[in-house]
Structures are given as C-alpha cells and as structure tokens.
C-alpha cells in the first residue's frame, strides 16, 4: 500500500541534515561505549582511589602508633630514671644529720659546714643526669637552700642564685606543702620535679626541687617523620608540659578542643591537621600528642587521583576516535539505502523527529509492519461480524440463490458443506428488571457473548450463532440426517442457560431441518413460529418441532357480562372480587396449561376494563402511567410474575378508602422513597399510583410532606451520600451511582446547590 506525503516535506535525502544525522549515530554508538566500558573503568577507577585512601590511612595510623609508642617508652624511661636517681639522693643523703644538728648551736655548726658539703656532691652527682638542669634543697623549717654550688638562705637564692619573680616563688612555696612523689610544676622556663623527705610523711622537712632540661625532654618527644609536624605531652585538664613544633596558634586550639571534647583516641584540628593521643605509662594524667599534616600523608592519595583521571580520559579520547570510525563505516550503507528509498513518499508519521537516516528507515520499516498487522487484525476482527451478518441475511430470508450465497460466502472465507442436514434453533430471551437480577446493556453483552462461547464448545465446528433480534439468537446445528440431534443439542442448551437464570428466562425452540442453505430460512421461520406455544413455566423451556402444547379454543377477550361484571363490582366497592376473579384466570390457565400468549391477549382486556372502570370517576387519564401497567404485563413470563403484576395493579388502582386515606398513601411513598432512593422515582408514577394528575400530586406531595417532590429526593439522596462519603472509601462515581444519579456531575451539581460545596470537599472537611 502506497501513500503520497504532502509536497511541503522535505525528501529523505536532503543534504542539509545529513551533518546532524552523522553526529547523531556516532552519539549513539558513543553512549553505547560510554555504559558498557567507560563506566565500569571510572567504576574501577573510584574503587581503586577508595582502596588505595584506606590502606594508606591504616598504614600511616599503624605506623603512627608504632612511633609513638617507641618515643612515648623512651620518654617514659628517661622520667622515670630520673624519678629512681631522686629517691636514691634523698635516700643515701645526710639530711637527717643536717635536720638534726641544731643551726644556732655552736658546737655542732662545726660539723654543719661538712654536711652540707657532701649535700652538694650528691646534687651535683645528681645534675651530671642528661635530663636534669638544675636540682636544689629547699628546707621547710628552716631559711636553708642548698644546691650543688652553694647554700644559702631562701631570699637570696630566689633573687639571686635562681632568679624568678615573686608571683612564681609564691606559686612554688604553695606547692611545697605536704607528700610529694615526683610531682611537676610548669613554670615559664622550666619543668619542676618536686619530692618531699621523709616520704612516709604528710609533714616533710624538706623538699627537693629538679629543674628538668626542656630541650633534652623535647628531644625525647621528637618524631622525626615529615608528615608528623608537632608532638607535645599535655595532662588530662589541657595544660601542656612540652611541645616540639607547635605554633602558638596550634597550642590556643588544642587546648581548646581538649578542654571541650576531653581527650579523644583521634580526631582532626582542621581539614588538613589531624591529632593522634596515647597515654604515658609514666604518669596516668599525662598524655602524649602527635600533630599530623594530612596535606603530605595523603601526597600518594593525589598521585593516584591524578592518574585515575588520566586513565579515564585515556579512554575517553580512546571511545571517542572509535565511535567516530564506526559511525562513518555504518553511515555509508545507510546513505545508500536512503539514496534507494529518495523515489518513495514517506508519510508525514515516517518523517517526524527525523533523526538520522537510520532512524528513519527503521521508524518507515515499522511503520509498515505496523499498518499491515493492524490492517490483518482489523480484518480478522471484522471477519466473524461479517460472517455473522450474512448468515443473519440468509435465515432472514434475503439470500435464497445458492450460488450467490457460494459467492457471498467465498469472499468473507465462510466455508460450509452444500450438503449437510442443518437445523436452527432460535433461543429467546426475557429480561425483566422487577423479577431478574438488573442488568446494564454492557452485562447483557458480556452474558451473550460468554453464552455464545459456550454453546460453541459444545460442538465445535458443527454450530454456527447469529443474533437476529436483541432478544433472538439463532442457533444452527449441522447433524447426520438420521440422528435425533437438534433434540439433544436443544437439552444441552437448556442445561447452559440455567447457568444464567437469574440474569433472563429463555425458551428454546427447534425448527424442521433442511439440507441447503439457501432454504435456511425456512427452518428459522418455523423455529421462530414454535415460540407462540412456549408457557409461562420458570425453568428453561423447550418447544419442540411437533408441539406438545396446542393453542386450545379459549376465547382470549372478555364478553360483555363479564365486562359489566367488574364494573358492578369497582361501583359496588367489592375490590377483592375483583382480584380473585383474576387469581380464578390464572388457576384455570395454569391446569389448561395455557399458552403465555393466550393468557396476556386476555389479562390485556382485564387491565383495559380495570382502567376503564377507575377512569370513569377520576376523569383524568394518565396515558404515560397505564401505557406502563401494560409494558410490565407483557414483559411476564411466569405464571408468578403474572400473578405479583395484576397483585401490585390491584393495589395501585383500588385501594380502599377506609384504609388508604391521602395521608397514609404518602407516608407509604415517602418510605418507598427512602427504601428505593437508589432508583428512577418518576413523578408520573407516584401520580398513577394516587390517581391524580402531575399538577395536583406535586401540590398535594408538599400539602402533606411539607417540602416539594424533587427537593424531598434530593435531599434523601444527599443522606445517603454523605454517609457513603463518611463511613467508605467509594469513589464518587460509586457513590452517585449507589444513590441514583445518573453519573458524578449529577452528584457534584445537586452537593453544590444544597450544601455549597463539592462532595469531594465535604468529605475532606468531615474527616
């Protein structure tokens, strides 16, 4: 199948698109390369930058360690030589001589001078240690300092042998009070160790004070790695004993973040510093300190980040230069096979979004493909209506040459035999919304069609179906001649519409059988024409061929005794015998076994002297509402709904004054109302069943009930919806529906004018 583009689009082989057309393949065959190579490279190359940070981030902490714990025993061994050579000096010391020869005694100040002197030997035995400056006596009860030049009294030394200012004497005369086992004292030039003799007392004599050397105790601390920048030792409260490398900026910080955070294992200063802490086994409040630089421990971190990103962009120009060989390579045949396609039109859908020429012969190729399988479904689709339409025309009798029904039948591939015994069996169908399950035209076509399907399966091949009338479907059965087959499909049938009996009564009847299709009309005319005889049973009804049931000599019309007879009784108010009279028909028809037809010609003529009767004193004939008893009459089909029809007429028309007075009937409307909000309430029905007119109705309604007819239902049919909207989660098209609207603009218009809102909003307002 061709067709002809309009002459304003452009030719596939345009010139002035062909550059984007090329980038447009080799942006496809790029993005091809970029998901299945170049994404796990950078894939890769991120995982090796993450692996590659961690172990060099272990490596370093464990190395770290390893440093800090060699400087931290070293520094740890040399504090505590220190410690050992203090209590040996106090310990092999003649102090307790020197405490117990009294100063102002002359006899013994002889031997004071060589006591002091051997003091003097052990302090400056005790200076000759790497780590010790400075080590001096200082005597509680008495003006005595002695250190290893000299002795003298206290005043002096601290102005002019150890010179410090009063502020710091003060502070270190406060801390000589009591036990001391190599306590320290910061001062601002020095550290101080202090120890108290005797050492089991809480009130020693005397004191001695070692001044430690703070370069030696720097050397200690000192890490001589290029990506440690300081170490220190602070104690637990922040205050910092030694430093190497630290800038006061530094000191300021970390004391800072001591003081707020306590001492942590690790953590960072900044985004370049890192800190790293261990405990002194010397002193448990003492703790050293390594300052990191973050920026040269991570230099391998740049390096391989740097090469990760050269590796990507290797591969980048790499896919690049590829996808722009190949899409040159592919763009050749493309362009011939774009060249070959210049002679035909493409359709305006061929041609939207042009895109590259391969795109466009592939959206036309589909385009094809797609025309021909709709066109191919279409037909098939089409096929069965079509064959179901002309064999609808042949039982119809429009079709009675048999060549043409062979030509007919060849062009819609309708195949048949020409000789085959065929019967057709026509199923009627009664649908009464009062008795059946309601149904919408929708269900009434999904119920045929599922039946339809089903009568197929019974005999595949053998049963053809077509619907001549909305409640007629023709059956034709194709058998052997000497079989009793339409009987037994016509049973079987039976058996498949009891499935569907509380959806429609059926009845069944079976025409003659003919051998040629063009006399198919014949047998359908003869199966339709048997359904006169069909009862009004409940079940699924047969009507055979030969019928069982022949129309018996009943006069179906009322003579003129019995019409003056019920008018009597109407005038005489003898109501009951007018509805046993009925009930007597209806026996009597059911022990005839009468035909359905028989029976409504003469309950027509019943109803008619009925209407006649009560119109002759209202005089005001509702035409809409008797043309309705009438319809609800012919649609029965059982003996039951016959009798429940002429029960409710009976009630509607003669209703006993006595019992029935104008009040009471409202009321009983007002509760249909209310049971039946869901339903068409047409006022012409109410009107027929009171016996008045539209007008007078409607002024009598609002006489009684106190609000007009249509506003009463509206607002019964409000309540009912606000307690859907409430108490369920219904949509609101379920809910118009379930209190008879026709659709949700019904709802949404009646909610607005009665309550100024939306349903919607209400129930949002409500819950």
Known sequence: ?????????????????????????????????????????????????????????????????????????????????????????????????????????????????????????????????DLVQKAYYYFVHEDLIVDAETYTNKSYYFTSRNTMDLSWRNKLEAELTGKKMMDFIDSPATITALMSYPFNTTTPDVYLLVDVKPDKLKEQIYMPESWVTATAIVDDKGGLISQTGLTEQDQLTLQQRIRTDGIASQFTISDKTGLSFMQSGFDDSWHYISMIDLGTLMKPVYLTRIISWLFVIFFLLVGGLVS???????????????????????????????????????????????????????????????????????????????LSIEYYAREIEFAYSNKAARTVLCISFHYDPHVYDSASESTKTFLLTELKDKIHKLAPG??????????????????DQNEDNPEHMADMIRLVLLEYSTYYKATIGIGKTVHAMEELHLSYEHAAAVLKYRGLHSTVEICRSQPSRELQQWDSFLSVQEVNRILNQYKTREYDKLLQSVLDLLEEGKRRDAAASQMKYLFADVLNTWIRAVESEHNELNVPYYSGLFERMNRCMTWDELKHCFEDIHGFLFRKAETSSRRQQFLEIVNYIHEHYDQELSIEYFAGMTNMSIGHFSRTFKE??????????????????????????????????????????????????????TPAKYRSIHQ
């Not at 053998?462 to 194709?478: E, F």
């Open 1 to 129: 199948m061709k067709r002809t583009a309009p002459s304003r689009l452009p030719k596939l082989g345009a010139t002035h698109s062909q550059p984007l057309r090329r980038h447009t393949l080799f942006w496809r065959l790029f993005a091809n390369y970029f998901l299945l190579i170049l994404i796990p490279v950078i894939a890769a190359s991120v995982l090796a930058h993450v692996l590659v940070v961690r172990i060099i981030e272990e490596d370093a902490e464990r190395f770290n360690n390893v440093m800090m714990s060699r400087f931290s025993e070293q520094t740890d061994a040399e504090l505590q030589s220190l410690k050992t050579n203090m209590i040996h000096n106090l310990s092999t010391s003649r102090l307790r001589s020197v405490l117990l020869t009294p100063m102002a005694s002359s006899a013994d100040s002889e031997r004071l001078p060589e006591l002091l002197h051997s003091l003097r030997e052990q302090l400056q035995q005790l200076e000759s240690v």
């Open 324 to 402: 722009y060989y190949l899409s040159r390579r592919l763009y050749r045949p493309i362009r011939e096979i774009k060249d070959g396609l210049k002679s035909h039109h493409l359709s305006v859908e061929a041609l939207r979004n042009e895109g590259d020429e391969f795109d466009v012969i592939k959206r036309y190729s589909q385009l094809i493909m797609t025309e021909n399988k709709e066109l191919f479904q279409m037909v098939n689709g089409m096929l069965p209506i079509v064959q179901e339409q002309f064999f609808s025309k042949i039982l119809l009798g429009q079709y009675r040459d048999a």
């Open 462 to 479: 053998l049963i053809w179906l077509c619907q001549t009338k909305p409640d007629l479907l023709a059956c034709v059965v194709q058998h």
């Open 704 to 757: 009684e009930v106190g609000e007009k007819y249509v506003e009463y239902i509206a607002k019964c049919r409000l309540t009912k919806a606000k307690h859907f909207l409430l108490e369920t989660d219904m949509k609101i098209d379920e809910i118009a529906e379930k209190v008879g609207y026709w659709g949700r603009n019904s709802l949404i218009r009646a909610f607005r004018r009665y309550e100024g809102i």
